[in-house]
T-cell receptor, first 113, second 114 residues
């Protein structure tokens, strides 16, 4: 069965520093991968997605993610974090039927000044 | 382009009651999915509706049911509410394409069961 693991429950980064959020997935075929962000009390906003092709994908708000099949990973990165990036980040993989998204438990990002 | 909307935003019910949550899909989208997000957890897939038919279901009991209407809006109904049903309920709309279409989420309905 497909699954997503986000090993870091909570990360604190200084404003202006770089960020990497980890995501590992379990999936037999080529995965469809997503990163969503959730601000407090809000729904989920799509940051970026990977379906095929270039393994480095660019998203909104300056985020990027790299798909590494050999490591079953899809880590999210940002070169310089802003205070407004503080939120909950979720990695997800589409299930084999193509209907459901399977989410990790999320990583809470705090930004210190 | 109108995004995904959900109503109500918040709801308080007591154990054993029934609740109906509503979702209007994004313009042009004919597929609606529902997710339950418990506190501190990632969203869990409840079911998906495509052209008014259930198109996939997660590991939720039958007391969770849904409807999709000809205008593609959708309802989630939960009968015999339990305390563990307290959660944020998220609706997402998309075009069906075997997983390659992005699901766009609404702001959610926060349900508290007392």
């Amino acid at each position: 069965a497909q699954s997503v693991t986000q090993p870091d429950i909570h990360i604190t980064v200084s404003e202006g520093a770089s960020l990497e959020l980890r995501c590992n997935y379990s999936y037999g075929a080529t995965p469809y991968l997503f990163w969503y962000v959730q601000s407090p009390g809000q729904g989920l906003q799509l940051l970026l997605k990977y379906f095929s092709g270039d393994t480095l994908v660019q998203g909104i708000k300056g985020f990027e993610a790299e798909f590494k099949r050999s490591q079953s990973s899809f880590n999210l990165r940002k070169p310089s974090v802003h205070w407004s990036d503080a939120a909950e980040y979720f990695c997800a993989v589409a299930d084999q039927a193509g209907t459901a998204l399977i989410f990790g438990k999320g990583t809470t990002l705090s930004v210190s000044s | 382009e109108t995004g995904v909307t959900q109503s109500p935003t918040h709801l308080i019910k007591t154990r054993g009651q029934q609740v109906t949550l509503r979702c209007s899909s994004q313009s042009g989208h004919n597929t609606v999915s529902w997710y339950q997000q418990a506190l501190g957890q990632g969203p869990q897939f409840i079911f998906q509706y495509y052209r008014e038919e259930e198109n996939g279901r997660g590991n939720f009991p039958p007391r969770f049911s849904g409807l999709q209407f000809p205008n593609y809006s959708s309802e989630l109904n939960v009968n015999a509410l339990e305390l563990d049903d307290s959660a944020l309920y998220l609706c997402a709309s998309s075009l069906p394409a075997g997983g390659q279409e992005t699901q766009y989420f609404g702001p959610g309905t926060r349900l508290l069961v007392l």
